[in-house]
């Protein structure tokens, strides 16, 4: 074997490794997928989007089995021209380890949907929902639920005389929270410890009499709650202390109304708020995209600038166009709907380099892609949910496909990303929800599919290669282009060939020497 023999050989063995190792970044617009055919579960639904959730005490460690929640209306499916007494119901399938549902009941609500619907995980293993509902004549109110995925879900309190605003809230060991507004009065906060199985009294925050048009509320282990909405043209934010120590509201930065707006805190006392919101002026037909960080104590001083397009859709402050998540490695990912050559594009960043180094785009440039959702994973993932229009110079309702890709925050904060996976074909497909087991790393969607009666579909992903649970939250990740792995194996191949190559280099060499030796006895 010559030296260029090798070499070739050598190409052949890096390519083996390569590929083996997910070689290159991958482009995302291939048409394979490690995700489930789309399933059917309600045929008579409310246009409001289903929900997807699962109970857990850590990233990995579910406490409970997960579900799909939306509303129903069995009045579509009833052969009676008489309405039931309850015309609307609360609907649950029971997500199983195998990647199944078992539809497990349906319970009345009293009064109508008002357009919200929310999911997250609780204590004990429990899932807690809420609904705003409204009655004929009277102001939207929130409902709670909570119970196990896998029976009846109890009623709590109805929150009357709220609106129509509620943000749910869930931390780590099952800590819960659930923030409402009473108009022109408080925001009303509601706390419920992972040891507790009731919501305790609420805790106020006087506001002034403009309307709120965004709420959200998150939560830190010890159970204090950071409050962030939109009123008057600003973004504001308090700290609701567990200890009963006062805080101040502060004024975060500008902002249009209905907004969409994201908050998280952290345990070591800090905090950041991120919100797309429209533009105004002789903009009118943009969204800006802003995230503000606090110092210690959550004490924010200003905001900085994301992104800022021309959004003649809007959607880049549509709902699920914006999303924060904390992943199981302490890292916090921001993805967003963002614009790039005329068309919506979804970039993601770790939070903290938003706006200031370049963000990884996510979604294929060549549609009209918009951020639908995104969920952290145990295996210190994130995995993002978009739906995408091709075809056409702009987003068509009717022809939305559904994507997915995992990303995870890498060395010298860079995002790094799997290859993105088609999760549903074109079609009337809308408001899209997502979550991951913690027990499987199992991405779960649901959404509606539009139609004269819209119905429930669901589909679900592969979990991160090699991740088993309670193994290490940092798991390998395929498709990053430059992780240790695959360093490792090409690092190892090269050697292999080098030595190959000295070896022939040697052979070479003593072939040389006994030639010459032969010769010199010859001519003896």
Same mark, same amino acid.
């Given at each position: 074997?010559?030296?260029?023999?090798?070499?070739?050989?050598?190409?052949?063995?890096?390519?083996?490794?390569?590929?083996?190792?997910?070689?290159?970044?991958?482009?995302?617009? /291939?048409?394979?997928?490690?995700?489930?055919?789309?399933?059917?579960?309600?045929?008579?639904?409310?246009?409001?989007?289903?929900?997807?959730?699962?109970?857990?005490?850590?990233?990995?460690?579910?406490?409970?089995?997960?579900?799909?929640?939306?509303?129903?209306?069995?009045?579509?499916?009833?052969?009676?021209?008489?309405?039931?007494?309850?015309?609307?119901?609360?609907?649950?399938?029971?997500?199983?380890?195998?990647?199944?549902?078992?539809?497990?009941?349906?319970?009345?609500?009293?009064?109508?949907?008002?357009?919200?619907?929310?999911?997250?995980?609780?204590?004990?293993?429990?899932?807690?929902?809420?609904?705003?509902?409204?009655?004929?004549?009277?102001?939207?109110?929130?409902?709670?639920?909570?119970?196990?995925?896998?029976?009846?879900?109890?009623?709590?309190?109805?929150?009357?005389?709220?609106?129509?605003?509620?943000?749910?809230?869930?931390?780590?060991?099952?800590?819960?929270?659930?923030?409402?507004?009473?108009?022109?009065v408080a925001i009303e906060v509601r706390v419920e410890r992972y040891f507790r199985s009731r919501?305790?009294?609420?805790?106020?925050?006087?506001? /002034?009499?403009?309307?709120?048009?965004?709420?959200?509320?998150?939560?830190?282990?010890?159970?204090?709650?950071?409050?962030?909405?939109?009123?008057?043209?600003?973004?504001?934010?308090?700290?609701?202390?567990?200890?009963?120590?006062?805080?101040?509201?502060?004024?975060?930065?500008?902002?249009?109304?209905?907004?969409?707006?994201?908050?998280?805190?952290?345990?070591?006392?800090?905090?950041?708020?991120?919100?797309?919101?429209?533009?105004?002026?002789?903009?009118?037909?943009?969204?800006?995209?802003?995230?503000?960080?606090?110092?210690?104590?959550?004490?924010?001083?200003?905001s900085r600038l994301v992104a800022s397009f021309v959004d003649p859709e809007g959607a880049g402050?549509?709902?699920?166009?914006?999303?924060?998540?904390?992943?199981?490695?302490?890292?916090?990912?921001?993805?967003?709907?963002?614009?790039?050559?005329?068309?919506?594009?979804?970039?993601?960043?770790?939070?903290?380099?938003?706006?200031?180094?370049?963000?990884?785009?996510?979604?294929?440039?060549?549609?009209?892609?918009?951020?639908?959702?995104?969920?952290?994973?145990?295996?210190?993932?994130?995995?993002?949910?978009?739906?995408?229009?091709?075809?056409?110079?702009?987003?068509?309702?009717?022809?939305?496909?559904?994507?997915?890709?995992?990303?995870?925050?890498?060395?010298?904060?860079?995002?790094?990303?799997?290859p993105a996976e088609i999760v549903a074909s074109a079609g009337p497909n809308a408001d899209p929800?997502?979550?991951?087991?913690?027990?499987?790393?199992?991405?779960?969607?649901?959404?509606?599919?539009?139609?004269?009666?819209?119905?429930?579909?669901?589909?679900?992903?592969?979990?991160?290669?090699?991740?088993?649970?309670?193994?290490?939250?940092?798991?390998?990740?395929?498709?990053?282009?430059?992780?240790?792995?695959?360093?490792?194996?090409?690092?190892?191949?090269?050697?292999?060939?080098?030595?190959?190559?000295?070896?022939?280099?040697?052979?070479?060499?003593?072939?040389?020497?006994?030639?010459?030796?032969?010769?010199?006895?010859?001519?003896?």
């Open positions: 074997m010559t030296a260029r023999h090798v070499c070739a050989f050598a190409a052949v063995i890096l390519g083996g490794f390569l590929s083996l190792t997910g070689g290159a970044a991958h482009g995302t617009s /291939g048409a394979q997928s490690g995700w489930s055919a789309a399933r059917p579960l309600g045929s008579c639904v409310v246009a409001v989007g289903p929900r997807v959730a699962f109970p857990s005490e850590s990233p990995s460690l579910a406490t409970g089995p997960g579900a799909i929640v939306w509303v129903e209306d069995p009045v579509c499916a009833s052969a009676s021209a008489r309405p039931p007494r309850f015309p609307f119901g609360l609907s649950v399938a029971a997500l199983s380890p195998g990647g199944r549902t078992a539809f497990t009941h349906t319970q009345a609500l009293h009064g109508a949907p008002a357009g919200e619907l929310g999911a997250v995980g609780a204590s004990r293993g429990r899932l807690a929902v809420g609904a705003s509902l409204g009655a004929r004549g009277t102001s939207p109110a929130v409902a709670l639920w909570q119970g196990r995925a896998t029976g009846p879900l109890e009623s709590g309190p109805l929150l009357s005389g709220t609106g129509r605003l509620f943000s749910l809230a869930h931390a780590y060991l099952g800590d819960a929270a659930v923030a409402t507004v009473q108009p022109g919501f305790e009294q609420p805790r106020r925050i006087a506001i /002034g009499a403009e309307p709120v048009s965004a709420l959200a509320a998150t939560m830190d282990y010890r159970s204090d709650v950071l409050v962030a909405w939109q009123q008057n043209g600003a973004i504001y934010a308090h700290m609701l202390r567990a200890s009963g120590r006062a805080e101040p509201t502060q004024r975060v930065g500008t902002s249009a109304p209905n907004p969409q707006l994201k908050a998280l805190v952290s345990d070591n006392d800090h905090g950041m708020i991120a919100w797309s919101s429209a533009g105004g002026g002789a903009r009118a037909a943009s969204t800006s995209v802003r995230i503000a960080f606090s110092e210690a104590g959550v004490r924010f001083a200003g402050h549509a709902p699920g166009s914006l999303a924060l998540a904390r992943l199981s490695t302490e890292n916090v990912m921001l993805a967003w709907t963002d614009a790039e050559a005329g068309h919506y594009v979804v970039r993601a960043a770790p939070a903290v380099f938003a706006g200031t180094r370049p963000a990884a785009r996510l979604s294929d440039p060549a549609g009209q892609s918009r951020l639908a959702d995104l969920a952290p994973g145990p295996a210190g993932e994130a995995v993002a949910l978009w739906s995408s229009t091709h075809g056409g110079s702009g987003i068509d309702p009717t022809r939305n496909e559904l994507w997915a890709a995992r990303a995870f925050v890498e060395r010298h904060g860079r995002v790094g990303a799997g929800s997502l979550a991951v087991d913690p027990a499987s790393d199992h991405a779960v969607a649901a959404w509606l599919t539009l139609a004269a009666h819209p119905s429930i579909e669901w589909a679900a992903g592969p979990g991160a290669s090699g991740y088993r649970p309670g193994t290490p939250a940092a798991a390998a990740h395929p498709g990053s282009g430059t992780h240790s792995l695959r360093i490792a194996l090409a690092a190892g191949a090269v050697a292999i060939v080098a030595l190959m190559i000295l070896a022939l280099r040697r052979r070479a060499g003593a072939r040389a020497a006994g030639g010459a030796n032969r010769g010199m006895r010859r001519r003896r």
